[in-house]
């Protein structure tokens, strides 16, 4: 079965200091995708990052990184300097099937960045 | 508009009454996803919409929930006889495939059966 796994409830980080939220995911298709978004408060759903699973090296946008290892099936979120904004919850989330797209979702990390 | 939109934003319902909740995805998107994020959980998959066709209605709990997409643009997700485990917010997403790398979500419907 696929899943995907966040083990952090939430999660302090000072500001303008780096913090890496964990995600690890199970499947056994060759061929998935994996995805992180931000929702803040007002509930929306924001893109962050996204990284193939054939993709040589580790998805950067920004602030934003993402830690593949795939042997260990784990994709974490690395983000750099934050900032107080960065405060939200983050979910983790794995294309799931190779012909329709849908996103399983892990349970979400609740950041809370302190000045 | 450029993102996806919803509406309502907001719905409280009587038990027992029928809702339904639209969603108008970015222009030209094929790919529409329907998921439901109950209170303080992670988003749960509903169904799936290529053009007008749903190729996956896998996630849908019951079959008081039905969805339909006409003009292969806006859907529509109805709940009948709402109970109050329907409690949630009913987030909409639009990609211009289902193999497309980023997928737009809408600002959701919160819905509330009292």
């Known amino acids: 079965a696929q899943k995907i796994t966040q083990t952090q409830p939430g999660m302090f980080v000072q500001e303008k200091e780096a913090v890496t939220l964990d995600c690890t995911y199970d499947t056994s298709d060759p061929s998935y995708g994996l995805f992180w978004y931000k929702q803040p408060s007002s509930g929306e759903m924001i893109f962050l990052i996204y990284?193939?699973?054939?993709?040589?090296q580790n998805a950067t946008e920004g602030r934003y990184s993402l830690n593949f290892q795939k042997a260990r099936k784990s994709a974490n979120l690395v983000i750099s300097a934050s900032q107080l904004g960065d405060s939200a919850m983050y979910f983790c989330?794995?294309?799931?099937?190779?012909?329709?797209?849908?996103?399983?979702f892990g349970q979400g990390t609740t950041l809370q960045v302190k000045p | 508009g450029a993102g996806v939109s919803q509406s309502p934003s907001n719905k409280v319902t009587e038990k027992g009454k029928d809702v339904e909740l639209r969603c108008d995805p970015i222009?030209?998107?094929?790919?529409l996803y329907w998921y439901r994020q109950s209170l303080g959980q992670g988003l749960e998959f509903l169904i799936y919409?290529?053009?007008?066709?749903?190729?996956?209605k896998s996630g849908l709990p019951s079959d008081r929930f039905s969805a339909e997409r006409t003009g292969g643009s806006v859907s529509t997700l109805t709940i009948q006889r709402t109970q109050q485990e329907d409690s949630a917010v009913y987030l909409c997403a639009s990609g211009p495939s289902w193999a497309d790398n980023e997928q737009f979500f809408g600002p959701g419907t919160r819905l509330t059966v009292l």
């Open positions: 919409f290529q053009g007008n066709s749903a190729p996956d």
């Open positions: 989330a794995m294309r799931a099937s190779s012909n329709t797209g849908k996103l399983i």
């Open positions: 222009s030209g998107h094929t790919a």
């Open positions: 990284q193939g699973s054939y993709d040589q």
